[in-house]
Each structure stands twice: as C-alpha cells, then as structure tokens.
C-alpha cells in the first residue's frame, strides 16, 4: 500500500522560513511526480508546486514563486517544500501528493502550516 508521510509543519512567524519533508513508501512505488497542495479553512484546495521525478521539472503558483522552492530525492522517494519569507495568507494544511504513470494520485494527511504573530 502507498503512503505519503508528511512532517515539518509548525507555528512561524510572518517571514519566517519552514522546511516540509514528504516521504513516500515503499520504495518500489513508481512515481512521476511529487507536489504540495494547500488548503485554508473554508477555501479549496489549491496547488502549490510539483517535481517530476525525472528531470526534475518544476511547476509552481504564482503566489509562492520566488519564495518557495520544491526539490526532491529520487534515491529515498522523499520530496521537500522550502518555505521562506512566508506570509499569513500561507497558512493552510499542506498536502503532499504522488502520482504514479497512470496518472492516479495519492495523498498524505496534511500538516498544519500556520504563519501568524
């Protein structure tokens, strides 16, 4: 069975700066990419950016560019989320999601990313 474990998440203040790691199991999982989508209470969830696993091609939202970086580690099947300069209007849960070549799609439970003073 596929599972996505999230972990990184956590209380920052405005321009502070977290690291989200996304760890995807078992090794044999044959994924075409790995991503960050977010959700805030009441709003739906949207991407936030995505890496395919070969090449590396990344693909982010403009609201993040600039201050978010994706990157992952084909070796450990592990995708990682740097978040800089971050704003309150970041604060939502962040899902990590894998899809494999079939375009099917699987999801972690989400950590808690909250941004406030």
């Known amino acids: 069975q596929v599972q996505l474990v999230e972990s990184g998440g956590g209380l920052v203040q405005p321009g502070g700066s977290l690291r989200l790691s996304c760890a995807a199991s078992?090794?044999?999982?044959?994924?075409?990419?790995m991503g960050w989508y977010r959700q805030a209470p009441g709003k739906q969830r949207e991407l936030v950016a995505t890496?395919?696993?070969?090449?590396?091609?990344?693909n982010y939202a403009d609201s993040v560019k600039g201050r978010f970086t994706i990157s992952r580690d084909n070796v450990k099947n592990t995708v990682y989320l740097q978040m800089n300069s971050l704003k309150p209007e970041d604060t939502a849960v962040y899902y990590c999601?894998?899809?494999?070549?079939?375009?099917?799609?699987?999801w972690g439970r989400g950590t808690q990313v909250t941004v406030s003073s």
């Open positions: 999601n894998a899809a494999d070549y079939g375009d099917y799609h699987y």
């Open positions: 078992p090794s044999t999982f044959s994924i075409y990419a």
């Open positions: 890496i395919i696993r070969s090449g590396g091609s990344t």
